[in-house]
């Protein structure tokens, strides 16, 4: 998989493979100590510089509703989450905050290490790889899908007059390669078909070499073979440890990749569990989050879940 490390320094494979306590949040400690948010230090202040998301007691209202209530949250470089509640519960409304498209009402937010509302997010969103379906219905039909792509560098939709270089364009044909519809790049992105349409946007939102890959709801739409092919070219994502780090909004275990370590469970707005995935994807937490007394089945690296009765 193409993407390029940001100079950053990355244990992947060794924190995947530590062992970590969960706190009284539910939040992995990477030290067995119970802190408030598993990144403060002895002085109880919140180092947040290397964190690539930093959530502390967030909250959104709109309308007359509590879209999110009171979120703690935090996201290293070398995470990958999957962020899995049922329609309503607040799975968009986190996304947003963490790629900068809206703020808290009440709470603070870290981004990159940046707080959100003292820093121009014109200049942070191009560090932030987004991949959604809002985003696809912006897209031109007409647009070449090559463009599609490159255009990401410019923050556009819609290639016009911009002037981009063969590192450029090849970086992009690379990243269309890379997810397997590099033939498709002369073609009108308006005549892909929806998985097709998901993964050049996956490209795009690669294409800025982000320090985080959000993709909210990927597999939405696609047919059993779009999105087994999904999860297995995510999961591969997941794995190389160069890749940014990814937060992936689901409704379904079944779309969990191998590779994702952490998963966040919401339900109205509100945390049910947190950490890693191993100890938050229980027949249990998934029968609190969704409502329902569910059974879960774990086949090979794969998660499976159905109704009990
Ligand atoms: N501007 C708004 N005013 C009032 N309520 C809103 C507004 N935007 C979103 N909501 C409500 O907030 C709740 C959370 O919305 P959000 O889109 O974050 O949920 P979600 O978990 O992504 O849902 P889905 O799985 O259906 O996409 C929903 O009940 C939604 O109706």
Not at 153 to 164: C, H, I, K, Q
Not at 269 to 297: H, K, P, R
Request: aromatic share 4%.
């Amino acid at each position: 998989m193409l993407v390029r490390n940001n100079g950053a320094v990355t244990d992947h494979g060794a924190k995947q493979g530590a062992v970590r306590e969960l706190g009284a949040d539910g939040h992995s400690r990477a030290d067995g100590h119970s802190r408030a948010d598993g990144h403060s230090g002895a002085d109880g202040q919140v180092d947040v510089t290397d964190l690539v998301v930093h959530m502390a007691d967030v909250t959104v209202r709109r309308g007359g509703n509590t879209l999110l209530d009171t979120i703690g949250w935090s996201v290293e470089l070398d995470e990958r989450w999957v962020v899995l509640g049922p329609n309503g519960a607040g799975k968009t409304t986190l996304l947003r905050l963490a790629s900068a498209e809206m703020h808290p009402s009440s709470g603070v937010v870290h981004l990159l290490g940046e707080r959100l509302g003292t820093v121009d997010v014109f200049e942070l969103k191009p560090r932030i790889g987004l991949c959604s379906s809002a985003l696809a219905v912006r897209v031109p039909p007409t647009e070449k899908v090559a463009d599609v792509v490159v255009s990401a560098g410019y923050a556009v939709l819609g290639r016009w007059r911009e002037n981009y270089d063969q590192l450029d364009t090849g970086r992009a044909a690379s990243l269309l390669d890379a997810l397997g519809v590099g033939h498709l790049a002369e073609r009108e992105f308006g005549t892909l078909s929806e998985g097709e349409r998901k993964r050049a946007l996956i490209a795009r939102a690669l294409m800025t070499d982000p320090e985080m890959l959000l993709l909210d709801e990927p597999a939405a739409g696609l047919d059993l073979g779009g999105r087994e092919d999904l999860v297995a070219r995510l999961s591969g994502l997941a794995m190389d440890p160069d890749a940014p780090a990814m937060v992936l909004v689901t409704h379904h275990v079944e779309e969990i990749p191998p590779g994702f370590t952490h998963a966040l469970l919401l339900r109205e707005g509100g945390v049910v569990a947190q950490g890693l995935v191993d100890d938050v994807i229980t027949a249990e937490n998934l029968s609190a989050t969704f409502n329902q007394n569910l059974e879960l089945q774990r086949i090979g690296d794969r998660f499976f879940a159905r109704r009990l009765g």
